[in-house]
């Protein structure tokens, strides 16, 4: 059943109910390059084999959905379309597997008509392992993890020839092709906005990398290779604890938590589609110098190159632009925590390569060590006081940092003294109603810093905060 055409594709795959056999057949799926890493794991294996035990007396059993793009991309060569698949990867390549392992363990079939039609798979599932390619060393992990654990199960006894036929004839998938790539997202996102296991910056990514032009072929393979390797759970704590945080806070708005529906804090414009508005003008001006800058010749001898002048408030470039903010402010962020975490010494600490002076140095030190630093509300404390100091060093770089380190912490910690208990949302509201994200946002000066008002307090209400306390009252700020 291999597709030629697109008036084959129309009649014989689109919306339609297939059995796995009929789905591996399918000589032109691909996975595109913008597909999140393979991350299921033998508990997902395992999770399928206890379906098919369990189902396999039943005429038919429905594993889900698989929603495939007609591709005739610009990349391609002549004729040649692909079947991206836009959404059930991971249940697709975990089938792949299994046949392949069935094939590899099982030799010997009372059913001769089974062993032709395996026979007959054999080429088509080797064809579509070879050219799938997968640039994470999560997937290279996983996959060989499911496919030894595959061989494992299939080369017991217990798993039967019909356990195998079932799989093969009565398993079925409900198969969605749609020809246009909005329309396919538009599905793809509104599935797993209904709950399924795909995280925000993987609905980002597949957003982002549908932006790039078809010019930046190389760069967008890069780009992934790039997102891939990174850890899922580093990305998250990026997005939700601080890019997310920050750029709510900067406009006034609850920051509780960052989920699928809130992704389009991160869309912004297509500079190459968008209309020549006046405010785009800074943006296309300093995307092209950039390029412009970076791809002359002299740039191989002097080595240097200039980024893009990003700011945590600023509007979303999409496409590559997206791409090279994360990693950036992934790097500022690390720097800037990492140095706080490291700092060793009450008496000179250096932050982001500027040494602090005396206050803030004891600053940073105490909030590494007073006693109750671990429980969930100082956290938050320190999670909202590291957003702050975060989105003046983007703003000021280290100019007048250790001012800003003394007057972000007595902000911060003034919440923390004066609530017995800290919430999420006891953190929410008060970074949106003692706003110093907008203040820092409309300062003009890094010293404006030291004008934010800030009142002293008299009464203490947390608990196991005597060294936060001290600290208050040696800079003056507790009567």
């Known amino acids: 059943m291999g597709t030629k055409s697109e008036q084959s594709v129309n009649h014989s795959l689109d919306k339609q109910v297939l059995s796995v056999a009929a789905l591996l057949s399918e000589t032109s799926l691909s996975i595109p390059h913008y597909q999140r890493p393979y991350k299921w794991t033998q508990k997902n294996l395992n999770d399928l084999i206890g379906d098919i035990r369990r189902f396999c007396e039943k005429s038919a059993y429905r594993l889900g959905s698989v929603v495939l793009h007609y591709n005739r991309d610009s990349e391609s060569h002549g004729d040649s379309t692909t079947l991206d698949i836009v959404d059930g990867q991971q249940r697709t390549v975990t089938l792949f597997l299994l046949v392949k392992a069935i094939l590899v363990e099982r030799h010997d079939f009372e059913r001769d008509d089974l062993k032709r039609y395996l026979k007959s798979l054999e080429p088509l ?146 500079l190459d589609k968008i209309d020549s508005y006046p405010y785009t003008d800074s943006l296309r001006i300093a995307h092209h110098f950039v390029d412009e800058y970076n791809s002359q010749y002299e740039r191989k001898i002097d080595q240097k190159t200039m980024r893009f002048p990003f700011h945590l408030d600023q509007m979303v470039v999409n496409g590559r632009r997206f791409f090279e903010m994360t990693k950036h402010y992934q790097e500022l962020i690390s720097r800037v925590i990492d140095d706080e975490y490291h700092g060793k010494n009450s008496k000179s600490i250096w932050l982001n390569g500027t040494q602090l002076d005396e206050n803030a140095s004891k600053i940073i030190y105490t909030l590494n ?49 004066q609530m017995q208990v800290v919430q999420l949302a006891t953190m929410d509201n008060y970074a949106r109603q003692n706003n110093i994200f907008k203040f820092i946002k409309h300062a003009i000066h890094a010293t404006d810093i030291a004008e934010f008002p800030l009142e002293t307090i008299r009464e203490v209400k947390g608990t196991k905060l005597k060294d936060i306390k001290a600290l208050f009252r040696e800079l003056k700020y507790y009567e």
């Open 125 to 270: 599932v080797e064809h579509f392992l070879l050219r799938t390619k997968f640039n994470s060393q999560v997937s290279e992990y996983n996959l060989r993890q499911n496919y030894f654990a595959a061989r494992r199960i299939v080369a017991r006894q217990d798993f039967s020839e019909a356990h195998i036929d079932f799989l093969l004839h009565r398993c079925e998938v409900i198969l969605f092709v749609l020809k246009d790539i909005s329309e396919a997202f538009q599905f793809f996102d509104s599935q797993n906005a209904r709950g399924r296991d795909l995280d925000p910056h993987d609905l980002l990514k597949a957003y982002h990398l549908r932006e790039f032009p078809s010019a930046e072929t190389d760069l967008k393979a890069k780009t992934v290779s790039y997102w891939e390797n990174e850890e899922s759970k580093a990305l998250s704590r990026t997005f939700a604890n601080y890019l997310y945080r920050i750029r709510r806070w900067v406009e006034g708005k609850s920051a509780h938590q960052f989920s699928k529906s809130h992704v389009d804090v991160f869309k912004g414009i297509n």
């Open 369 to 417: 060590n007073y006693s109750s630093r671990h429980r969930v509300g100082d956290r938050y404390i320190r999670t909202m006081f590291d957003c702050s100091l975060i989105f003046y060093i983007d703003k000021f770089g280290m100019q007048n940092i250790s001012v800003a380190v003394e007057k972000l912490f007595i902000w911060a910690y003034r919440c923390r003294l």
